[in-house]
């Protein structure tokens, strides 16, 4: 990974002294209830950017978030795209990795254990390159111990066949929740694309087809040119676009989806701070994704399950619950 000190970096806090383990005020209950899915506290960690926790467990203890969504797992292993890969952008980055992964089996065999034994809630993210591919995958983890979730990734930009193409057509969409819906008795959460016309139109047609739960956004698509040698940068030529730069775009849409549809939104996009994932929870999110900022500072998700639980007692809040939607007069949700 780039060292972001110029966009990203300037964007996250914790310059002084931090304790890998949390601390929370009493009488504040940071439960996040999520349809048939309960987290012990409202904030995961995004798809992508955690890879299966084992780096960031060096930090600290990451049972002590609200689930770990695992990088995006296909069929078979794939060796992701050539690169360059990674390039760093004003307030963000830009990545075209490709879904590079073991594959599922491997993913059932040693990752899924791990996570596990240390106590995580593994949400597992999964691609294909058909309904039928999506529906296998969900099959071979319906019974697996340890998961909590599948998150259907019908949004990826960084991928030929699959991933968003599926994402940005209701119909197609619609088949893929259908076939996992058939696959598996787990909770489904599928995670929308930015790169459409109508965010809301792809989030009523996945609901109806069965998903229990949204998560938006996925990164929206962008590229850098290289000057100098007249070429683009990232080897995918175009990547995915994730950071504080994005954060305004993706409250919006989750604000406008938690108008539309009643279920549970996992709202990420640009979130580095607790006031950035509030903002989320008061437009509608019942949880959050923190990604990009974990490139920059690894325990930013437990920065932002303190201010969330800080701004609770503030309030005098009971719960994370009574803000959820409380600033979106249309949320279709229900509060206590």
Known sequence: MPEMTSSVAAFVGGDGERSPALTLPAGVDLTAKLGR?????????ASGTFGYGHE???FYDISQLGAVMVKGTTLHPRAGNKPPRVVETPAGMLNAIGLQNPGVDEVIRTELPWLVSVGATAIVNIAGH??????????????VPGVAAI?????CPNVDQGGMAFGVHCPSAAAVVSGVRRATKLPIITKLTPNV????????????AGSDMLSLINTLVGMVIDIERRRPVLGNT???LSGPAVRPVALKMVWDVARQVKVPIIGLGGIVTAPDAIQFLLAGASAVSIGTANFADPLAPLDVIEGIAAY???HGHRGVAEIVGAANPGFLGSRP
């Open 151 to 155: 998150e259907i990734n019908i949004s």
């Open 197 to 208: 016309t109508d965010i809301g139109e792809v989030a009523r047609a996945v609901v109806d």
């Open 238 to 240: 175009v990547g995915g």
């Open 312 to 314: 609770l007692a503030a």
């Open 56 to 58: 960031f467990h060096r």
């Open 130 to 143: 058909s309904v039928d591919e999506y529906g296998e995958i969900a099959r071979r983890l319906d019974s």
């Open 37 to 45: 899915l309960t987290l012990k506290n409202p904030v995961t960690v």
